[in-house]
Each structure stands twice: as structure tokens, then as C-alpha cells.
């Protein structure tokens, strides 16, 4: 299988602490950009007031495979996450690069609290 025997787990099956997504994930640089992007898609249809039907409607993707990319039970492919991208006018997929190295001298994202605005 591609990808080894890791992608026959789910991403938010690499939390650990805390609740996806914003949990403390473990080195799977893989499982951390699945997290990264169901964030950031969370993010992106809160700031618009958009539910899963309404973002389906916009980008043609199924409703239910966004509520699956946002719960971390999927690793999204690149059509999907392209049509998401353009939907929304936003980039989803984060710069992990650029992600700051750990004492282990791999890259960890790094997670903060997700905030709300004061119109929430």
C-alpha cells in the first residue's frame, strides 16, 4: 500500500494530547499537515459562516467528505483539497517546512489555541 502500513490509520488517530484539531500530535510530519489542513478548513469556513452543505454547494465536493477532512478521519487527495482551496479563495495546505524544529531535530508544527472572535 502506498504510504506503508501509517495511512491505514486515521490522522486524528496520531493525537497525543489534547482534541483535534489542536491536539498534540506525535512526529507523523504526514498526520500533522492532515491536521494543519482540517484547521485551517475549520478556520476558513468559520470566518465566512459556511456549514459543510453550503462550502459542498460552492466547491463540489461532498459534504460528507469535508465533515470527514474536518474530523480527521480521512487523508484528503489533492483534487479534493485543490477544489477546496478555490472554493474558499484560500490556501489550506500549510508551509511545513517552515514548521520551527524540535529537540528531536524534526519539524513540529505548532499548534495554538484557536480563538474566537469577539462576534462568536
Do not use: C
Amino acid at each position: 500500500m502506498p504510504g506503508g502500513t501509517r495511512r491505514g490509520k486515521k490522522p486524528r488517530e496520531f493525537a497525543v494530547a489534547g482534541e483535534w484539531p489542536y491536539a498534540v500530535m506525535d512526529g507523523a510530519r504526514t498526520a500533522q499537515i492532515g491536521q494543519a489542513v482540517a484547521r485551517a478548513l475549520s478556520e476558513a469556513m468559520e470566518r465566512r459562516g459556511l456549514s459543510a452543505n453550503g462550502l459542498a454547494t460552492m466547491s463540489g465536493v461532498n459534504r460528507q467528505v469535508i465533515s470527514n477532512v474536518l474530523a480527521g478521519t480521512v487523508w484528503p487527495d489533492m483534487f479534493t483539497l485543490g477544489s477546496l482551496e478555490e472554493a474558499l479563495d484560500e490556501v489550506l495546505w500549510p508551509r511545513h517546512t517552515e514548521w520551527p524544529k524540535g529537540n528531536d531535530g524534526a519539524r513540529h508544527q505548532p499548534i495554538l489555541p484557536h480563538r474566537r472572535s469577539d462576534d462568536d
